[in-house]
């Protein structure tokens, strides 16, 4: 699935990356031992030219402090939500609910019937006040239900970072992107503010740019937010084995959440135009993850790890039986509705069968790897130094669950990698290397059956142990 598309650096710093998105963390190291290191992140995106493949995983890159981003000429952006139509394995038929000049497209599978297609397109124009095709169609979740609030720690020193420096003509863009941000009420002017953070203007993928805020600092006064997020493979798991899938994500999601009012000055930023602050929860602070996942686990409570899953701003409707879809998507968006929180309609995809999530291809048969990551292994000659065996070991630990046994079937590689040892690729190695590849030529990952015979398997030796419950076809 996609996380948000925020800000874009230049690709070579990626190059080797296939990835949609990433989130960009810049590490400012504390002058005193006994505090905890700064950390802001954000979520950026790379160039389509860039990326082989669509698979929208969360990757971290960590710049340390002093590096930066150079700002490259940018055009307007529109006041419209984030351009462009979620990819997914099944075709999708667009669905105009606007009209020529004012398109409301939105998106469901083309391989429905005739029938069903009539049933989805009535049950989305009845809740179609749950999507948000612009900002202003945005207003804001039901502060019962979240509300984000920093809790500086006693004794911090405010900081108040210096304006950046901006090539002239990169001004009044900046200004045209603070005007929307007043226009649609995320942001307010403040004067005399404790803390001041900077802004950096980035392109987008579009050639457009996106005004980011500098919150290193300001992370760096008060605790992480434990709230545990879902773990991505037990959702992986838990997707398969459904008739009907439909995926939506959140319209700027961060941002349909207010700030406490006594924080909001808190997060001030310093522009050409003057300084303001916002009024919603902004992308790049800290704990912003934590309280959107904690306002899902509120909302859908009673639905969540049965017809619903969620991480994040990311949501997935599944239904066993295909005919139940329509009613298990009926009660999301009546909770949807009572909450006020919106969907992006170009980010949704509705009663499809298959679906890239968080780097897999889920079916209902079960979970396969797509062939272009095969095919990276599969293409790979045997390692010549120790380097390009930790890549190789980088590359199984992602599929580590499509390779039976993976760490037994690795232990001729493990004793190469000691300390102390030489690299010398032996005929165990070479032995290991294929058994390995020819293990991603099997079938797919399926999920299990309930009353169908399972075997139980067991192997041991000196070096390790390894057992697992499976059932053959």
């Known amino acids: 699935m996609k996380r948000h598309r925020n800000l874009i650096i230049s690709c070579d710093k990626v190059l ?90 939105i998106y469901i599978s083309a391989l429905l019937t005739d029938h069903e297609e009539g049933a989805y397109i009535e049950l989305l124009l009845e809740f179609k006040d749950v999507f948000a095709w612009s900002y202003k169609e945005m207003p804001g979740l039901d502060p019962k239900v979240a509300i984000h609030q920093l809790s500086i720690r006693k004794g911090a020193r405010p900081v108040k970072q210096a304006q950046r420096r901006f090539r002239p003509e990169l001004v009044p863009l900046i200004e045209v992107e603070v005007n929307k941000l007043i226009e649609v009420g995320f942001i307010r002017e403040v004067k005399y503010p404790t803390w001041i953070s900077s802004i950096v203007p980035i392109r987008k993928k579009n050639g457009q740019i996106r005004v980011c805020v500098d919150f290193r600092d300001l992370n760096g006064a008060w605790p992480k937010d434990d709230f545990p997020l879902p773990i991505a493979e037990l959702m992986i798991d838990a997707t398969t084995g459904h008739d009907a899938l439909s995926f939506m994500d959140g319209s700027s999601g961060y941002n349909q959440i207010r700030m406490v009012l006594k924080d909001e000055e808190l997060i001030a930023f310093c522009t050409p135009k003057g300084i303001y602050c916002y009024t919603v929860m902004p992308f790049g602070l800290k704990n912003a993850g934590a309280t959107y996942q904690r306002a899902m686990q509120k909302i859908f409570d009673d639905m969540l790890h049965k017809n619903v899953d969620c ?96 760490a037994g079937q690795c232990q001729p590689f493990s004793r190469i990698m000691k300390k102390g040892v030489s690299f010398e690729w032996d005929e165990a190695c070479h032995n290991a290397f294929r058994s390995i590849k020819s293990y991603l030529m099997k079938p797919v990952l399926v999920a299990p059956v309930p009353r169908t015979p399972t075997n139980p398997l067991h192997s041991c030796s000196r070096i390790f142990s390894w057992s697992s419950i499976g059932t053959r076809k």
Request: net charge negative; proline share 3%; aromatic share 6%.
């Open 16 to 105: 080797k990356a296939k990835l949609q998105t990433i989130i960009f963390t810049k590490i400012q190291e504390d002058k005193d031992d006994d505090k905890e290191s700064v950390a802001s992140s954000c979520h950026i995106s790379c160039d389509d030219e860039m990326i082989k493949d669509e698979i929208a995983t969360t990757y971290h890159i960590t710049l340390n402090e002093g590096d930066s981003i150079e700002e490259e000429d940018a055009e307007i952006a529109p006041l419209e939500l984030e351009e462009g139509v979620k990819a997914t394995i099944d075709e999708l038929k667009e669905i105009n609910f606007g009209d020529v000049e004012n398109p409301r497209p």
């Open 311 to 406: 991480y994040v701003d990311d949501l997935v409707v599944k239904s066993r039986m295909r005919q139940d879809h329509l009613q298990d998507l009926r009660k999301v968006f009546e909770r949807l509705r009572r909450y006020q929180l919106k969907m992006n309609p170009l980010k949704c995809a509705f009663s499809i069968t298959s679906e890239k999530f968080f780097g897999f291809i889920v079916r209902h048969r079960g979970i396969e790897i797509e062939q272009a990551k095969i095919d990276t292994i599969l293409k790979m000659p045997e390692p010549r130094n120790i380097h390009e065996l930790k890549s190789l070991q980088g590359k199984l630990a992602y599929l580590r669950r499509f390779i039976s046994n993976l």
